[in-house]
Antibody, heavy 121, light 113 residues
Framework: EVQLVESGGGLVQPGGSLKLSCAAS????????VTWVRQAPGKGLEWVSS????????YYADSVKGRFTISRDSSKSTLYLQMNSLRAEDTAVYYC??????????????WGQGTLVTVSS | DIVMTQSPDSLAVSLGERATINCKSS????????????LTWYQQKPGQPPKLLIY???TRQSGVPDRFSGSGSGTDFTLTISSLQAEDVAVYYC?????????FGQGTKLEIK
């Protein structure tokens, strides 16, 4: 059974940093791209960042480029999102999601339950 | 960026009746080299993550009931629920994966009338 379990969310002050993790199981992690999608409270879905199965290519939304870094550790089957210079508008539930192929096809067949990040003073 | 616009924003349908949700993209998501539409539909129930329903505009994900169907091509797409069940109450999103950034529609909230 495919499982994705996010962790690392919490309350952080504007300008602060946070690192999210997503532990994957039930599939060969290195064979699939993985992605972060966020959802602000009461709002819709926003794609944030993706990384290919090999980890050699990353993609970012303009809203987070230069502030967020996606990475993966295939030995631990874990996806990460390092978030720096956080802003109030980054407040959201962050979901990790499994892509359907290694090279980032762009749609997602399994999602985690999400972790809430709140940026506030 | 490709802008995805869904209509209506909310919809109330009686149990057993048909529900139709529309999605329009600001540019075509039909890739001419393979004649595939890079469009997917998700269902999100309260307090849950999104669930993949339809991909390539009309291919049903494994395990999704056949009352759900997707249609359309180019810039105009439709998600149809042929006979609404109580468990279909949710917000539905379309998403394009034709190019980056991947973009979602604003969502359509489906309720029981």
């Amino acid at each position: 059974e495919v499982q994705l379990v996010e962790s690392g969310g919490g309350l952080v002050q504007p300008g602060g940093s946070l690192k999210l993790s997503c532990a994957a199981s039930g599939f060969t992690f290195s064979n699939f791209a993985v992605t972060w999608v966020r959802q602000a409270p009461g709002k819709g879905l926003e794609w944030v960042s993706s990384i290919t199965g090999s980890g050699d290519t990353t993609y970012y939304a303009d809203s987070v480029k230069g502030r967020f870094t996606i990475s993966r550790d295939s030995s631990k089957s874990t996806l990460y999102l390092q978030m720096n210079s956080l802003r109030a508008e980054d407040t959201a539930v962050y979901y990790c999601a499994k892509d359907v192929e290694s090279g980032s096809q762009g749609f997602f067949d399994y999602w985690g339950q999400g972790t809430l990040v709140t940026v506030s003073s | 960026d490709i802008v995805m616009t869904q209509s209506p924003d909310s919809l109330a349908v009686s149990l057993g009746e048909r529900a139709t949700i529309n999605c329009k993209s600001s540019q075509s998501v039909l890739y001419s080299s393979n004649n595939m539409n890079y469009l997917t539909w998700y269902q999100q129930k309260p307090g849950q993550p999104p669930k993949l329903l339809i991909y390539w505009a009309s291919t049903r994900q494994s395990g999704v009931p056949d009352r759900f169907s997707g249609s359309g091509s180019g810039t105009d797409f439709t998600l149809t629920i042929s006979s609404l069940q109580a468990e279909d109450v949710a917000v539905y999103y379309c998403q394009q994966y034709y190019n980056l950034p991947y973009t979602f529609g604003q969502g359509t909230k489906l309720e029981i009338k």
